[in-house]
């Protein structure tokens, strides 16, 4: 009977280190895949939301001296140059109505009248144009993204194609 239990315990040990070693690879690809916040270290502290910005495979580069956080706002801005193109990105916490609350977020994509919605791999998408107020001249392309309890804009210095649009889109990251 004694080598029998000293069997068993020795096969629960066993099991219980190979699951151990199974989880500690599982954190590891976790923490591998999750990307670190590339904010410099004097905003980070500042930003109570997810930081969503360009990854480098679609050729897209962070301006490093363009991080600016508006405390009134509750805002984080910079730039990411890629393809023949600059992109000005700003950012905040999702406001509270538009995160719990689906519909109003729905409803207030169909309030800036998008010409056209996409699906990326961070959620909808929606590409719309503003116009100024006294002549209604329009400023260009903005692209419209709520996503993991962050309120997105990206704006180009010149109108981009719907392809280009996905590519940057896909190529979005997201900070742990």
């Known amino acids: 009977m004694d080598k029998t239990f000293a ?22 690809i976790y923490f591998w895949r999750s990307s670190p916040n590339p ?15 360009p990854g480098s495979r679609a050729g897209y580069k962070i301006d490093s001296s363009s991080w600016r956080y508006q405390t009134d706002q509750k ?17 905040q916490k999702t406001p509270g109505n538009l995160a719990d609350n689906s519909s109003a977020y729905s409803q207030l994509i169909t309030t800036i ?10 959620g909808n998408v929606a590409l719309t144009k503003f116009w ?8 260009g392309q903005t692209a419209v993204l709520n996503s993991h309890g962050t ?11 719907d392809e280009q649009w996905q ?10």
């Not at 805002?75 to 950012?91: Q, R």
């Open 7 to 28: 069997i068993k315990i020795s096969t629960l040990i066993t099991y219980i280190a190979r699951l151990l070693v199974l989880v500690l690879i599982g954190v590891g």
């Open 151 to 161: 309120f997105f804009l990206a704006h180009p210095n010149s109108n981009l194609t």
């Open 39 to 53: 904010a410099p270290a004097d905003i980070k502290p500042q930003i109570n939301f997810k930081l969503i910005y």
């Open 113 to 122: 009248r998008p010409y056209t919605q996409f699906m990326s791999p961070l």
């Open 132 to 139: 100024t107020k006294q002549d209604y001249q329009s400023v």
């Open 75 to 91: 805002s984080l801005t910079f730039k990411a140059s890629g393809p023949n193109t600059e992109i000005v990105i700003t950012e």
């Open 167 to 176: 590519s940057f889109f896909n190529s979005l990251k997201i900070s742990r």
